[in-house]
């Protein structure tokens, strides 16, 4: 499954239509935490849809099309789907920044990571991530 950030997945309309990162990501906080997002209210009812798993990568585009058609929140219906999947696609700075890893639930520990990103040199790699062992491609 596929996770991004919550500002380019948003469904809310009025959300979605802030100028900034920063006003999406604090109106969608508090939406939720006043349970006044129908989107993120729909998540639960919405987690045995099978057509979420179609096809079995999905990509950000396709669960925003799929939230909004299915009226649930695409942001936090990937953080509940990724729980259950085998792979994750996920922007590099998740892996690297050791909060975002947190708050994904992220355990390179327990976790086989690849980090394909051409414009990444190994030095920012290891700098960000030590516990990473960075191979090149041979």
């Keep these: 499954f ?20 920063s006003a999406k990501i604090s109106a969608c906080h508090s939406k939720v935490h006043t349970h006044t997002c129908k989107f993120y209210n729909n998540v639960g009812k919405r987690m045995d849809d099978p057509t979420l798993h179609e096809p079995p990568v999905v990509d950000i585009e396709d669960i925003v099309k799929k939230g909004r058609a299915g009226k649930f929140c695409p942001f936090y219906m990937s953080r509940e789907l990724v729980k259950q999947a085998e792979i994750v696609f996920m922007p590099y700075n ?13 355990d390179l520990n327990v976790s086989t990571t690849n980090i394909t990103t051409t ?12 516990l990473c062992d960075y191979r090149t491609p041979s």
Aim: negative net charge; glycine residues 6%.
């Design 119 to 130: 414009h990444l040199n190994s030095d920012y790699i290891t700098t960000a991530c030590p």
């Design 2 to 21: 596929v996770l991004g950030a919550r500002d380019l997945m948003c469904g809310h309309e009025d959300v979605a239509r802030l100028p900034s990162s």
């Design 94 to 106: 998740y892996l690297l920044d050791p909060k975002l890893r947190s708050s994904h639930g992220i």
